[in-house]
């Protein structure tokens, strides 16, 4: 009876290492997998700073210079102003330019391909939740067997108590009553 028990505790034990291994395996596969990914965004970034560099060839800066006629003439109140109202003119033209440009980017991207990377990240990111919940039941199954095979483990140690006491024991309706005992925490490990 005690061997048949030792065995089933045995198969258990293995179960649980191979589902150890296959956990191991799988985390090995989605870090690869999250590499790889990584790999990819970043030829992504490097061809489209490589593009913006190209296009950065052809912008030809020209500073802005400052007119110094208005001080020189005595006209400093009014410079106050005047600066004030050309601040504001070059902050709405450059917040307009990078409105611009964030549409010009849009623009560029076909809607066919954002659609498609929209769908591909919500694919990829249905796997990753599949994956998680898979780790998430497999650890809650391992933690229920554990728990079950301490309680059998525990159950089986009393028998073995019971038992060396019966062997102490000289009244035999003790005995009887012990080894009743023993069969009904045998009978519920089975």
Known sequence: MVEKEL???SKMLA?????????????????????EQEEKVAAIDAEVEAEAEKEEE??????LQRNVRMEERGESSMAPKLKAKMEKMATRWVANLALGEEEEASLLVPQG?????????QRQTMEEEKKLEWKFRLTRERRRRLAAA?????ALRTAKEQRRQLAAQ??????????????????RAQ
């Not at 052809?58 to 500073?63: A, D, F, L, N, Q």
């Not at 391909?113 to 990240?121: G, H, I, Q, S």
């Open 15 to 35: 179960l649980i290492e191979e589902q150890k291994a296959n956990q191991k395996q799988m985390e090995e596969e989605i870090k690869k997998w999250e590499k």
């Open 58 to 63: 052809w912008v030809v800066e020209v500073p």
């Open 150 to 154: 301490e309680m059998i483990e525990k």
């Open 170 to 187: 000289e009244d035999l309706k003790q005995k009887i009553q012990i080894l009743f005992q023993n069969m009904d925490v045998v009978l």
């Open 113 to 121: 391909e954002r659609e498609a990377f929209a769908t591909e990240l």
């Open 7 to 9: 065995i089933k505790q």
